[in-house]
């Protein structure tokens, strides 16, 4: 048997159901980020099917009687289980204790795809766009393949903004792609690629992710030059259409810097990419940006900037709001309109660990605009956590029925009768959480977490989110880091801050303050399960009974 790839397209010998999660990388470790699309959907899927032998029994089975159903995550999976009951056979892409912002789907995972009548995706870009393009390219024609965030509101799904506030003290700087990109034949597998192609200035730049879990990505390098000759897939990245990601930018030496960016899009692995221009972005780094010589120029100093590929116009371009809002918010200019501030208070000292080398030694200086949301965050404009709000989960429950109803109309009846149980134990789950949120007194309704997953369950039950307590992507907490917290939990007096279970390895400044301060670290659950809650309503339930135990005190 020869030896398998995964569907990042990395080689992996002596296995052939690698489940890879974000937790699998070492922490410390750097990688260098290939722009390079990944294999052909007819590859994939066939290397799935001749290795099959060695990955283990499938969840899906080509010969079973029960219709065969393949989620995205594990909640999808708990929500499709409850309706289908008997008659179907449910997988999940991403399993319990994965991230689905950052999980690669393996071998096994695609031949699941191949298997499947019906698939379900929450979409929204919850997902790691290689969940999304092994669902799309590995589903057979016939199967049913369902957008559930989309689709809902036709059920009174309601849906609301991703409102990022990062709190930075410098400008918050992120690359976008603008654009559904139809006109080129794009869909939501297709890849915008976004290259840095030339760099001037005194020192070097990079562009880099620092992950959950502490490993990074190198994705710009201006040290070791770029190569137009392998379409500069070494200084690359790739997002999805009508998304966004965060980077930390990383400068050597003060003075004034210009970036060249190319942006292309790619429909299929297996067509030529479609060049949408190139523009050069102005860096004024630790002086002051009037020397960059452009004196109308919009200086961008605070709040949420994107350098943006637009798929609509076929340029590239700058969106800004100084006020840190998201696109709906954000002010459009082109290149030569502004100058990005790195400031001289952006000056940072590289940290130890080996997945920093690229940027000098520990304790060398660099000048840095910090990525500002710890870990892989590729998203758009729409809060993709419609469940934190139980009556959306409802909604869900509802377009699953009709969609398992419309791929085995003989089980209509069965069908019906479970979700019907299901929704009215839904029903008693969101009067349970409105009810128990509702004894919290209203002065600590306040909500402090490490990710954004909490806006719908904030506004369904009267929670105000304070914010996102994190540690600083790029570095260890600095002392000034370490009193902003200390202030801002003593500013709202809030009785507690809460964390995700599978974050909590990464936030021990938060935990050493919140004890110096008095101040509970308590659990709450965003999008995925551990061996302690394994449901659906026994997320919702712990959620509610986490909040009212830690915040009804004092």
């Known amino acids: 048997m020869s030896a398998p790839y995964d569907a990042t397209g990395e080689f992996h010998e002596g296995t052939g159901d690698r489940d890879r999660t974000v937790a699998d990388h070492a922490p410390g470790s750097t990688r260098r980020r290939r722009g390079r699309p990944r294999p052909a959907a007819a590859a994939l899927a066939a290397g799935a099917l001749l290795l099959s032998g060695c990955a283990g029994k499938s969840a899906l089975a080509a010969d079973s009687d029960r219709l065969q159903v393949v989620t995205t995550t594990g909640l999808l999976r708990d929500l499709v289980g409850h309706v289908g009951g008997d008659r179907v056979q449910v997988a999940s892409l991403v399993?319990?204790?994965?991230?689905?912002?950052?999980?690669?789907?393996?071998?096994?995972?695609?031949?699941?795809?191949?298997?499947?009548?019906?698939?379900?995706?929450?979409?929204?870009?919850?997902?790691?766009?290689?969940?999304?393009?092994?669902?799309?390219?590995?589903?057979?024609?016939?199967?049913?393949?369902?957008?559930?965030?989309?689709?809902?509101?036709?059920?009174?799904?309601?849906?609301?903004?991703?409102?990022?506030?990062?709190?930075?003290?410098?400008?918050?700087?992120?690359?976008?792609?603008?654009?559904?990109?139809?006109?080129?034949?794009?869909?939501?597998?297709?890849?915008?690629?976004?290259?840095?192609?030339?760099?001037?200035?005194?020192?070097?730049?990079?562009?880099?992710?620092?992950?959950?879990?502490?490993?990074?990505?190198?994705?710009?390098?201006?040290?070791?030059?770029?190569?137009?000759?392998?379409?500069?897939?070494?200084?690359?990245?790739?997002?999805?259409?009508?998304?966004?990601?965060?980077?930390?930018?990383?400068?050597?030496?003060?003075?004034?810097?210009?970036?060249?960016?190319?942006?292309?899009?790619?429909?299929?692995?297996?067509?030529?990419?479609?060049?949408?221009?190139?523009?050069?972005?102005?860096?004024?780094?630790?002086?002051?940006?009037?020397?960059?010589?452009?004196?109308?120029?919009?200086?961008?100093?605070?709040?949420?900037?994107?350098?943006?590929?637009?798929?609509?116009?076929?340029?590239?371009?700058?969106?800004?709001?100084?006020?840190?809002?998201?696109?709906?918010?954000?002010?459009?200019?082109?290149?030569?309109?502004?100058?990005?501030?790195?400031?001289?208070?952006?000056?940072?000292?590289?940290?130890?660990?080996?997945?920093?080398?690229?940027?000098?030694?520990?304790?060398?200086?660099?000048?840095?605009?910090?990525?500002?949301?710890?870990?892989?965050?590729?998203?758009?404009?729409?809060?993709?956590?419609?469940?934190?709000?139980?009556?959306?989960?409802?909604?869900?429950?509802?377009?699953?029925r009709d969609t398992l109803i419309g791929a085995d109309p003989a089980g209509a009846r069965d069908y019906t009768a479970n979700a019907n149980a299901y929704l009215a134990e839904l029903e008693t789950t969101d009067d349970y959480v409105r009810d128990t949120i509702a004894s919290i007194p209203e002065r600590n309704r306040y909500l402090v977490s490490t990710h954004d997953a909490f806006g719908y369950l904030a506004e369904a039950y009267h929670v105000r989110i304070a914010g996102f307590v994190t540690p600083s992507p790029a570095t260890e907490p600095s002392l000034a880091d370490r009193r902003k917290l200390t202030e801002t939990i003593r500013t709202l007096a809030v009785p507690a801050v809460f964390l995700e279970p599978n974050l909590a390895a990464r936030s021990s400044t938060l935990t050493e303050v919140a004890k110096e301060q008095g101040v509970r670290v308590c659990p709450i659950y965003g999008d995925t399960f551990d061996d302690d809650v394994t449901s659906y309503v026994q997320m919702m339930r712990f959620n509610a009974d986490s909040l009212r135990d830690c915040l009804a005190a004092r």
């Open 95 to 400: 399993p319990d204790g994965g991230d689905p912002h950052t999980y690669e789907p393996s071998l096994r995972d695609a031949r699941n795809v191949v298997y499947a009548d019906v698939a379900f995706s929450n979409y929204a870009l919850l997902e790691e766009h290689s969940v999304i393009k092994t669902l799309d390219s590995n589903l057979r024609e016939t199967a049913v393949n369902v957008s559930l965030a989309e689709e809902a509101v036709k059920y009174a799904a309601e849906i609301i903004p991703l409102v990022e506030n990062a709190n930075l003290d410098t400008v918050w700087l992120g690359l976008r792609a603008h654009g559904d990109g139809k006109q080129h034949g794009a869909t939501r597998t297709s890849d915008v690629l976004l290259s840095a192609t030339d760099v001037t200035g005194p020192g070097d730049v990079y562009a880099y992710l620092t992950g959950t879990f502490g490993d990074t990505e190198l994705y710009f390098d201006s040290s070791d030059g770029f190569n137009p000759a392998d379409g500069y897939k070494n200084d690359t990245m790739t997002l999805p259409v009508d998304a966004h990601t965060h980077l930390s930018w990383a400068f050597t030496k003060p003075g004034i810097y210009t970036v060249t960016l190319q942006a292309r899009v790619q429909v299929d692995d297996t067509s030529r990419p479609v060049d949408l221009g190139s523009s050069t972005f102005t860096f004024a780094v630790g002086v002051n940006p009037a020397r960059a010589g452009s004196p109308d120029a919009v200086v961008l100093n605070q709040g949420h900037a994107d350098l943006t590929a637009n798929l609509d116009t076929g340029s590239l371009e700058v969106r800004y709001d100084p006020e840190g809002g998201g696109e709906h918010t954000q002010q459009q200019y082109t290149a030569d309109q502004v100058v990005i501030d790195v400031p001289s208070k952006a000056l940072a000292e590289v940290p130890a660990g080996s997945q920093f080398r690229f940027l000098g030694r520990p304790g060398d200086q660099v000048y840095q605009l910090a990525q500002a949301v710890l870990g892989k965050h590729v998203h758009g404009e729409i809060d993709p956590h419609l469940w934190q709000n139980v009556r959306n989960a409802m909604a869900y429950v509802n377009l699953i």
